[in-house]
Each structure stands twice: as C-alpha cells, then as structure tokens.
C-alpha cells in the first residue's frame, strides 16, 4: 500500500520558517519525482515546487522562488519543503505528490498558517 504523510506544519509568524516533509512508503522512492502543492480555501490547487527523480534538479513557482527549497533524501524515502521568510499569502493546506509517467500518489496534507 502507497502511503505519502506530510508532517511539519503549523502555525508561524510573517518572516518565520518552516520545514515540511513528505514520508513515502509503498514505492520505489527514487524512480518517483515529487510535488509539493499547496492549496488555500476557496482557491485552486497550487504547484509549489517539485523535484526530478533523474538528478534532483528542482523548479518552484515565481510566488515561492528565492524562499522555498525543496530537497530529497532517497535512503530515507523522504522530500523536505524548507520555507524561509513566509507571508501569510502562503497560509494553505501542503501536499505532495509522487509521480511516475502514470502513477500518481497525493498525500493527506499538513497545514501551514503565517500570521501577519
């Protein structure tokens, strides 16, 4: 059974970090790319970031770029999302997603909330 569970979320102020991190279980890590999406109420679904399963190279989103960094950790079947300097608009709910040509895995979600 496939299992992806994010951790790390919480409650932050404006200009605080946070480190978020995608435990998968179930695949072969490291032949899967992984996104980080975020989604806020009454929004659409937000590609954040995502890391390659070729060589790790890594594309954020223009609201994240410069603040977010994405990594992997392949013998811990692990993704991090490190959040620098976060501003409210990034209140959401954070997913990831492992993906393989036509396999798609979505984890739960963590919650992040930036007061201002």
């Known amino acids: 059974q496939v299992q992806l569970v994010e951790s790390g979320g919480g409650l932050v102020q404006a200009g605080g970090s946070l480190r978020l991190s995608c435990s998968c279980s179930g695949i072969t890590f490291s032949r899967y790319g992984i996104n980080w999406y975020r989604q806020a109420p009454g929004k659409e679904r937000e590609l954040v970031g995502a890391i390659s399963r070729h060589n790790n190279s890594t594309n954020y989103a223009d609201s994240v770029k410069g603040r977010f960094t994405i990594s992997r950790d392949n013998a811990k079947n692990t993704v991090y999302l490190q959040m620098n300097s976060l501003k409210p608009e990034d209140t959401a709910v954070y997913i990831c997603?492992?993906?393989?040509?036509?396999?798609?895995?979505w984890g739960q979600g963590t919650q992040v909330t930036v007061s201002s």
């Open positions: 997603n492992a993906r393989r040509y036509f396999d798609s895995y």
